[in-house]
């Protein structure tokens, strides 16, 4: 669903325990708006667990990668960005970098990270699936949901548009 603003749904729903991700975030995917039930994944320089991730089913989710906010190499590029949009993800949120960003910019799917590097990462399998992360002043809990517009990102534990 892409009938949202972030601003309207704070202002409509003051009465919920919503979180606001704070700045620091760019739109890479052809999306500018996407939203969806919380997926998530810990990793350090390690995007193997990305890449099990985006070849699931994802219709309905967002894919939450907490890369500690490393800036020494990529956690996304277009081949999995590609799989994640043809297996139906509505976005990813990359907390570290990505590459291909020109390719990812055609794509269907929504993606914020912090920034770009072309450099790929390793590949050793190492991660936490589905436990909460925090980022950015938000904890990002499995299950919960996320919206992301061009203004922002925030977390809501429950479902606030169809």
Not at 35 to 64: C, P, Q, W, Y
Not at 123 to 131: A, H, S, Y
Request: proline share 2%; net charge negative.
């Amino acid at each position: 669903m892409t009938d949202f603003k972030t601003a309207d749904l704070l202002d409509a729903h003051e009465d919920k325990a919503l979180q606001v991700v704070q700045p620091g975030f760019h739109n890479f995917g052809g999306r500018n708006k996407f939203s969806g039930e919380i997926v998530t994944l810990k990793i350090h320089e390690d995007n193997s667990l990305v890449r099990e991730f985006v070849a699931m089913d994802g219709k309905g989710k967002v894919l939450v990668v907490d890369g500690g906010g490393s800036t020494r190499c990529a956690l996304l590029g277009d081949m999995l960005a590609e799989k994640a949009a043809k297996n139906g993800w509505n976005g990813v949120i990359v907390y570290g970098l990505i590459r291909d960003s020109v390719d990812i910019g055609q794509m269907d799917i929504g993606v914020k990270a912090l920034g770009t590097i072309p450099l790929k990462s390793v590949k050793r399998g190492f991660g936490v699936k589905g436990e909460p992360v925090h980022f950015h002043d938000v904890t990002f809990t499995q299950g919960e949901y996320v919206y992301s517009d061009e203004d922002g990102m925030i977390v809501s534990p429950v479902k606030l548009v169809d």
